[in-house]
């Protein structure tokens, strides 16, 4: 599966941005990951192919929205109210088959796009 993320830009603290994944296939769950300078990668959002089953990290919940378009493989990711801790490079991966887990973590994953930088200023 190849992935390719855009949408990432500059913007000020409380603006929007929406990010795009655009999948080669999909598979059973997408999901949106970010790593600011000098830290781990973390979980951001998730979203499975089928259905509507979506999580968030707290950090982003009730200012971040997942969805997915499924006639274009494309998942999106809403982000409202940004600050200035939203800083980072955004990664979309993709899990290609059922697994049994909670998809908050790295490993549960095996494509990555090549990431979308993010930058919010105060």
């Known amino acids: 599966v190849q992935l390719q993320a855009s949408g990432g830009g500059s913007v000020q603290a409380g603006e929007s941005l929406r990010l795009s994944c655009v999948a080669s296939?999909?598979?059973?769950?997408v999901g949106w990951f970010r790593q600011a300078p000098g830290k781990e990668r973390e979980f951001v959002s998730f979203?499975?192919?089928?259905?509507?089953?979506?999580a968030y990290a707290e950090s982003v919940k009730g200012r971040f929205t997942i969805s997915r378009e499924d006639a274009k493989n494309t998942v999106y990711l809403q982000m409202n109210g940004l600050k200035p801790e939203d800083t980072a490079v955004y990664y979309c991966?993709?899990?290609?088959?059922?697994?049994?887990?909670?998809?908050?973590?790295?490993?549960?994953?095996?494509?990555w796009g090549q990431g979308t930088q993010v930058t919010v200023s105060s």
């Open positions: 296939r999909s598979g059973y769950a």
């Open positions: 979203i499975r192919w089928s259905g509507s089953s979506a």
């Open positions: 991966a993709v899990r290609s088959i059922e697994y049994n887990g909670d998809y908050v973590s790295t490993r549960e994953y095996e494509y």
